[in-house]
T-cell receptor, first 108, second 112 residues
Framework: GIQVEQSPPDLILQEGANSTLRCNFSDSVNNLQWFHQNPWGQLINLFYIPSGTKQNGRLSATTVATERYSLLYISSSQTTDSGVYFCAVHQGAQKLVFGQGTRLTINP | NAGVTQTPKFQVLKTGQSMTLQCAQDMNHEYMSWYRQDPGMGLRLIHYSVGAGITDQGEVPNGYNVSRSTTEDFPLRLLSAAPSQTSVYFC???????????FGPGTRLTVL
């Protein structure tokens, strides 16, 4: 089946810094989504982005489908950005495959 | 809209006990799914449904049963709980697998 790898596994930054999270996938995909799991465990969808670039406030995402990767950018990080960021892909079956996640810690 | 709701939030079982984790959504979504999340790991798909009366297995289906009698509800049954089923369980829904997934708040299950 398709493999999804996220990097880095952990990232610790100071408030105000910028960060880039990467998601590599092993085959072509129909659908790619980014999620944020906050410290209380809630999973929130950030982007539905099978290709191209999208922006939402301080967050933006780019998926280069032909190169089989997606990037999540967080600018001017805030402590509320802390948590785990997951990417998930859909290839052909009726299921999403999740990466292992990147744990982001933003220190004040 | 309440979105995706899950009950209970926490549950402790003894080995061999059975229970049902409830999941409901009020967005008229056809696609619903159950995931488990273990420490240090991503989410793994247990079962999913593409509509009422239709269910199928995911990556880790053993020990779990599901049914989908209505569009709104997708309960997950543990027939005989085992310590290996200690985990956090998430339910999700969407219009289809190709659409944005919405997650419930999760159920933290401990099996002793």
């Amino acid at each position: 089946g398709i493999q999804v790898e996220q990097s880095p596994p952990d990232l610790i930054l100071q408030e105000g810094a910028n960060s880039t999270l990467r998601c590599n996938f092993s085959d072509s995909v129909n659908n790619l989504q980014w999620f944020h799991q906050n410290p209380w465990g809630q999973l929130i969808n950030l982007f539905y982005i099978p290709s191209g670039t999208k922006q939402n406030g301080r967050l933006s995402a780019t998926t280069v489908a032909t190169e089989r990767y997606s990037l999540l950018y967080i600018s001017s990080s805030q402590t509320t950005d802390s948590g785990v960021y997951f990417c998930a892909v859909h290839q052909g079956a009726q299921k999403l495959v999740f990466g292992q996640g990147t744990r982001l810690t933003i220190n004040p | 809209n309440a979105g995706v709701t899950q009950t209970p939030k926490f549950q402790v079982l003894k080995t061999g006990q059975s229970m049902t984790l409830q999941c409901a959504q009020d967005m008229n979504h056809e696609y619903m799914s159950w995931y488990r999340q273990d420490p240090g790991m991503g989410l793994r798909l247990i079962h999913y449904s593409v509509g009422a009366g239709i269910t199928d297995q995911g990556e880790v289906p053993n020990g779990y049963n599901v049914s989908r009698s209505t569009t709104e509800d997708f309960p997950l049954r543990l027939l005989s709980a085992a310590p290996s089923q200690t985990s956090v369980y998430f339910c999700a829904s969407s219009y289809s697998i190709l659409d944005t997934q919405y997650f419930g708040p999760g159920t933290r299950l401990t099996v002793l």
